[in-house]
């Protein structure tokens, strides 16, 4: 059974920082590409950061430069480190796995982050 369990969440008055962590079981982690998704209130889920199975990453235009995101493939884990938090940062976070070949995909039950101003 393939599980995604994300901690970390909380809250945080802006400026502030979190980690985020994912831990993966029930799959071959290290050949899967791995995501956080943030879904704000009212709003569609959206792409935070991405790394691939081989350490490429790629953030979305709101967190870069003040969030970073790595893998540890020994651990089966995904970290969201995210510094200088703002208000707008504020939603669920999700853990997304999608294995580099095949269309095989997860999502975690997400952690809340609320950034208050």
């Known amino acids: 059974q393939v599980t995604l369990v994300e901690s970390g969440g909380g809250l945080v008055q802006a400026g502030g920082s979190l980690r985020l962590s994912c831990a993966a079981s029930?799959?071959?982690?290290?050949?899967?590409?791995m995501a956080w998704y943030r879904q704000a209130p009212g709003k569609q889920r959206e792409l935070v950061a991405a790394i691939t199975s081989g350490g490429s990453t790629n953030y979305a235009d709101s967190g870069q430069g003040r969030f970073t995101i790595a893998r540890d493939n020994a651990k089966n884990t995904v970290i969201l480190q995210m510094n200088n938090l703002k208000p707008e940062d504020t939603g669920v976070y999700y853990c997304?796995?999608?294995?580099?070949?095949?269309?095989?995909?997860?999502w975690g039950q997400g952690t809340q982050v609320i950034v208050s101003s």
């Open positions: 029930g799959i071959g982690f290290s050949v899967y590409n």
């Open positions: 997304y796995a999608k294995h580099r070949s095949f269309q095989w995909n997860h």
